[in-house]
């Protein structure tokens, strides 16, 4: 089963993964602030539908899903990237530099939150 909610957090650790390493600024890239706002935009355009999609395929499996409420969700984590952009350091027009070792927590927090019928509908898929 194939999410697009997915790819879409794939394509925003490949471009923060691709950006510009500053010799200067030791830990920190210089960043597409633009770009990653579109992916970030893609993310939260498609995370509903891929939930919807995850649980419909968990009932057809008659598997029950149980959410913890108490769990931080996807899209406080997506906001927190969000500010993180805000306050970066402009470089150029859209390019900002920000410390790629907040980059890297924020991501593992947007991994370690996908929503739990996701993660099972991808599990049992295969």
Known sequence: MKFLSREAIKNIEKTIQKSYNLP?????????????????????AHLPEDVEKAREYLRTRNYEIKTNPKKNTLYETIQKLEIKLNEGFPLFAQTIILNIKDLENLLKEIENDIPEEILKAEILSK
């Open 24 to 44: 200067i600024f030791k830990g920190y890239k210089a960043i597409n602030k633009r770009g990653l706002e579109k992916l970030i935009d893609e993310l939260y």
